[in-house]
């Protein structure tokens, strides 16, 4: 069974950091992605990054880049999610789901996490 488990989430000031962590287990060789997406209420499911088991290959949205740093441990099989330089507008439930490809799109994710919240204060 697949299994997918976000965690690190928490209250920061703007300017401050939080790492956040996806474990992931039962994935097959298929399922090569894993990227961060976060939503904030009412709003529509963003694309933050993602990044390849096989061959560690990232994207990032503009929004974010030069802030976040995707990485992983594929011996954990867990992802990280570093942001730094956090402002309110990062504020969401952000969660990580296994795809079979790169992609920025939602819908090549077919395994979702229950999502951890960040929240940041001005």
């Known amino acids: 069974q697949v299994f997918l488990a976000e965690s690190g989430g928490g209250l920061v000031q703007a300017g401050g950091s939080l790492r956040l962590s996806c474990a992931a287990s039962?994935?097959?060789?298929?399922?090569?992605?894993v990227g961060w997406f976060r939503q904030a209420p009412g709003k529509e499911r963003e694309f933050v990054s993602v990044?390849?088991?096989?061959?560690?290959?990232?994207v990032y949205a503009d929004s974010v880049k030069g802030r976040f740093t995707i990485s992983k441990d594929n011996s954990k099989k867990t992802v990280y999610l570093q942001m730094n330089s956090l402002k309110p507008e990062d504020t969401a439930l952000y969660f990580c789901?296994?795809?079979?490809?790169?992609?920025?799109?939602?819908?090549?994710?077919?395994?979702w996490g229950q999502g951890t919240q960040v929240t940041v204060s001005s």
């Open positions: 039962g994935l097959t060789i298929s399922y090569d992605a």
């Open positions: 789901a296994a795809g079979t490809a790169l992609a920025r799109t939602s819908v090549f994710y077919a395994h």
């Open positions: 990044i390849t088991w096989s061959g560690g290959t990232t």
